[in-house]
């Protein structure tokens, strides 16, 4: 596995280093070791599956409260989705800034998507398949989100949301911690 680090302190992408013969391919998804040699979580104990029938769906921005925060790591198994991070921890240097990072089934590319941030994607085509594992296991009294569309944040993404869940849509504002300024990073990860 290739570790690249982003622009967020933690957020990494990880990019698979397949071998190919007449069979077709074999790549290694996880492996403990090679987390913590870089640093990163070691500890999964969850995993979930998300499947999206529609181009234009958008599942997010969601993240788990303390103390129940949770690290993920994202791919999508099928299809291909534009998937967006922002940081908010108050204390780090790209407070409530973001990325978004193309997932595809081709590129095999995965997210680490560390605690602190919230998380959310939307399908670029029919019938996406999105695998996620944590660190945590989920707690639904610590649920938490924001809007996709949050003036805090002003996320660009690449396409119209064509659907999203009620909940999805209706999390209030985010409001910024006092003497903080978020805004969005000028560049995504290829």
């Given amino acids: 596995m290739i ?5 967020l302190p933690g957020a ?3 990019d698979l280093e397949p071998r190919r013969d007449e069979r077709g391919q074999f790549a290694r998804t996880w492996c403990e070791r090679e987390f913590a040699a870089h640093g990163l979580p070691s500890r999964m104990v969850q995993g979930s599956v998300s499947v999206n029938h529609q181009a234009g769906t958008l599942r997010g921005m969601h993240f788990q ?8 790591l994202v791919r999508c198994l099928r299809g291909a989705v534009w998937d967006a991070i922002v940081d908010l921890r108050p204390e780090s240097p790209t407070y409530c800034r973001w990325i978004g990072v193309e997932l595809t089934e081709s590129n095999g590319r995965m997210l680490l998507v560390p605690k602190g941030f919230a ?6 085509t029919d019938d996406a398949v999105v695998s996620y ?3 945590a296991f989920y707690e639904p009294t610590a649920e938490r989100g924001a809007r996709h569309d949050d003036p805090a944040f002003d996320i660009r993404w690449p396409q ?3 659907q999203i869940s009620d909940k999805d849509r209706s999390w209030p504002d ?6 903080r300024s978020p805004g969005a990073l000028e560049r995504m990860h290829p």
Avoid: C, N, W, Y
């Fill in 12 to 14: 990494t992408v990880v």
């Fill in 65 to 72: 409260g303390a103390p129940h925060q949770e690290d993920k």
């Fill in 3 to 7: 570790f690249t680090a982003t622009e």
């Fill in 174 to 179: 985010f409001i910024p911690e006092p003497g």
């Fill in 119 to 124: 998380h959310g994607f939307i399908t670029l």
């Fill in 133 to 135: 594992q944590m660190s």
């Fill in 160 to 162: 119209p949301v064509r």
